[in-house]
């Protein structure tokens, strides 16, 4: 079988990947709903496939994987990695999981940091307010992740909440930093405790944080949020699109305080992971299939960290619904350092109509189930997504 050709067109906000061959067997991939930018950098990379063998996906990645970085440029050669999966997986009968080791588990848990409502302000009884909707959500989840301090609107909604100026324009991946106000300190640790008494002692919290962090900051909050029991506190100092990790200081983080620190996914391949897993300066990874090169190198990342003792909790907020088919299929085979992976939801409702391979209830009682189609598990229906195509693209089904 030979790649004949690789297409990249915008569905809503996402650029979607389609991979065709002289079989007549198609991959499909889906990227970040941030990074429509991306599209050229993706058709860039057709040159390079055109004439080989897509089920021998790491023979196509060798030609490709020079191609990314760290967030968001990573994405571009991820994309193309999960297509390649999907074709392995149809061209074999089997769903990519059978193709990586077969499955450890037959229902995989999520955790929700996108199935919410908008934020309405900072105070604790507005995080009360909007963590008790995520915990009455259908999907029963057992794990809510909140955006706090430099994640939120919070380090600029809230008056001297840190020792600068807020960025003006504020866009996806600039970050605001810099030393926290003592107040602003005090009102983020009376935010979890509000969170935490929402929750009771059965859902676990996670605290989506940074990056902007002040390394003083971070132990200080790390411990004070301690007898909370959050579940992981995110990207304190690194993280989301830093181009760049902070191995040493986040080794100093995480030997300070008893709360487990996570930070990884803005990470792009496993030579970039290899030193913060073997000096276990975090507890918890969380790489992204979408960016960190694909769902092999996610894998290899999740072993070696299970070697060092270091937990794996996959991001994925703005993967899509085929993304979400990557993330299970990844997912099902990883070890039991796993503890979940980031639901992503589509961002606009029309997506669950142009694509098949989805049950009826996607999350039951906080988990997903293992999809058993060929290739990925989840389609696109062209006739049905070509309503959604732009007019410039509107050749890419054909
Ligand atoms: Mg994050």
Not at 138 to 160: A, L, Y
Not at 362 to 367: A, K, L, P
Request: aromatic share 8%.
């Amino acid at each position: 079988m030979r790649i004949t050709d690789l297409r990249c067109a915008l569905i809503g906000d996402s650029p979607v990947v389609r991979i065709l061959t002289d079989a007549g067997i198609d991959g499909y991939s889906q990227v970040e709903t941030w990074k429509p930018f991306l599209v050229p950098n993706i058709l860039g990379l057709r040159e390079l496939l055109v004439g080989c063998d897509p089920t021998d996906v790491e023979r196509c990645m060798t030609r490709i994987r020079h191609r990314g970085g760290f967030k968001p440029w990573g994405a571009a050669v991820s994309s193309v990695e999960i297509a390649l999966w999907d074709i392995a997986g149809k061209a074999s009968g089997l769903p990519v999981h059978k193709l990586m080791g077969g499955k450890v588990r037959d229902r995989i848990r999520v955790y929700n940091g996108a199935r919410r409502e908008p934020m309405e302000g900072w105070t604790p009884e507005h995080y009360a307010k909007n963590t008790r909707a995520m915990l009455e959500a259908d999907e029963g989840f057992t794990i809510v992740k909140q955006p706090i301090g430099f994640h939120s609107d919070m380090c600029r909604d809230v008056e001297d909440f840190f020792y600068g100026d807020p960025l003006p324009d504020w866009q996806q991946g600039l970050h605001d930093r810099g030393l926290l106000t003592p107040p602003a300190m005090d009102l983020m640790i009376d935010c979890v405790a509000a969170m935490r008494d929402v929750l009771g002692s059965s859902v676990g919290l996670a605290l989506d944080c940074g990056p902007g962090w002040s390394l003083p900051d971070a132990i200080r909050f790390a411990d004070a949020v301690a007898p909370y029991q959050p579940i992981w506190l995110e990207d304190l100092l690194t993280g989301d699109y830093s181009p760049h990790d902070a191995t040493e200081q986040y080794r100093d983080l995480t030997l300070a305080t008893k709360t487990p620190i996570h930070t990884g996914e803005q990470i792009y391949l496993r030579q970039n992971f290899r030193r913060m897993i073997e000096t276990r300066a975090v507890n918890v990874i969380g790489p992204d299939p979408g960016d960190i090169g694909g769902l092999s190198e996610l894998k290899w990342v999740a072993e070696l960290a299970d070697l060092h003792g270091v937990l794996i909790a996959p991001h994925g907020t703005a993967n899509g619904v085929l993304g979400l088919g990557a993330l299970i299929q990844v997912s099902a085979t990883l070890p039991r350092n796993f503890i979940a992976f980031e639901y992503p939801v589509a961002t606009q409702p029309w997506w669950y109509d142009i694509v098949e391979g989805l049950p009826e209830r996607i999350v039951v009682d906080g988990h997903v189930p293992v999809l058993d189609r060929p290739g990925i598990g989840i389609d696109l229906i062209p006739q049905a997504a070509k309503a959604y195509l732009r007019p410039t693209d509107s050749g890419f089904f054909d």
